[in-house]
């Protein structure tokens, strides 16, 4: 199916594209090559807001796909989610602070064994395990390439590695309430599945799109339900966190509502309110950075409701 390949086109490795992105506002600092004990290295691109002042503090956005955040003349497809665009308009809006983004670039090739949930994956038997690594894309490609999963460490990177970098270097807000984390289809899984692991770090998380089937078939799939009774079993407590899930109807996000709908029973069950959990549907929208740059306001002003 075409949109399939789309997805995987989508999230190839991208460091040959080394132009730096042009923005709107504000500036784009890169860190090549960020080295880690954990994973692969990857580039970091960290934005900062127009009118930027080293005498002030501020919030942080932990994204995932970097190297799709800013500018679609560097991307493969020549689309983006222009999050300096969204952010810029939204704080001349007043309805969100300035915010300093980091853009976390996937690794290419392990991106499905970073951003894949790790916990939930190892509670299914071996057999199950062994039908998930095996699973292959339409195009007859491994969704994993060989590599383990890894989302433990990808965690780590980003909690004991990356965020100490960024707040020793940047005047930042450094606690929860004033750090958060974010993605779409895979990235919006390790978002969730971050805010679960690491609740005194991160005060909420952005899941657009979020790809609960996992791999790219529901046929005899249980990886769904392992994320549910993980989310079951590990959530933050409401009372300090703020989750935002949504999701479209159209090519990869067809598949997503059936089990957007069994989560948001699970998050109700768990005393998530509306204050501090949203799930949307968007008739029409498709998986694409142009649907996410399309909606993504709606997070940002979600998340920062109330934020003093």
């Excluded at 506002?25 to 090559?33: K, L, Y």
């Excluded at 692969?40 to 960290?46: C, F, S, V, Y």
């Excluded at 490609?141 to 960024?166: A, M, R």
């Excluded at 690491?198 to 529901?218: L, V």
Aim: glycine share 6%.
């Amino acid at each position: 199916m075409k949109y399939l390949f789309f997805c995987v086109a989508l999230f190839v490795n991208t460091f040959s594209y080394c132009q730096l992105p042009n923005v709107v506002a504000g500036t784009i600092h890169r860190i090549d090559s960020f080295s880690s004990k954990y994973i692969t290295a990857r580039n970091i691109d960290i934005w900062l807001p127009g009118g930027y002042d080293t005498s002030k503090q501020y919030p942080v956005i932990y994204m995932h796909d970097g190297q799709m955040l800013f500018d679609s003349a560097t991307t493969w497809n020549k689309t983006a989610w222009d999050v300096d665009d969204v952010i810029t308009r939204l704080v001349t809006e007043h309805k969100m602070p300035k915010v300093i983004v980091v853009g976390i670039w996937n690794g290419g090739a392990t991106r499905h064994a970073d951003y894949f949930p790790q916990k939930p994956f190892e509670s299914l038997t071996m057999e199950q395990r062994k039908m998930i690594y095996e699973a292959a894309r339409s195009n007859g490609y491994s969704v994993f390439g060989n590599h383990e999963i890894q989302s433990d460490n990808y965690l780590k990177f980003i909690v004991e590695e990356l965020k100490p970098y960024i707040d020793h270097t940047y005047p930042t807000l450094k606690d929860a309430k004033n750090t958060f984390i974010g993605g779409s289809s895979m990235g919006g899984l390790i978002s969730m599945y971050a805010i679960c692991e690491y609740p005194a770090i991160f005060g909420a998380a952005i899941c657009m799109s979020t790809h609960w089937p996992g791999i790219f078939s529901m046929e005899q799939n249980p990886i769904p339900e392992a994320f549910n009774s993980y989310l079951a079993n590990n959530l933050p407590n409401p009372k300090q966190h703020k989750i935002y899930f949504d999701y479209g109807t159209k090519t990869l996000d067809s598949l997503y509502e059936p089990l957007q709908t069994k989560i948001d029973h699970t998050m109700r069950k768990k005393w998530y309110t509306k204050k501090q959990w949203e799930t949307l549907k968007f008739e029409g929208d498709n998986h694409s950075e142009i649907a996410w740059k399309k909606r993504l306001h709606i997070p940002f002003t979600f998340i920062f409701k109330d934020y003093k």
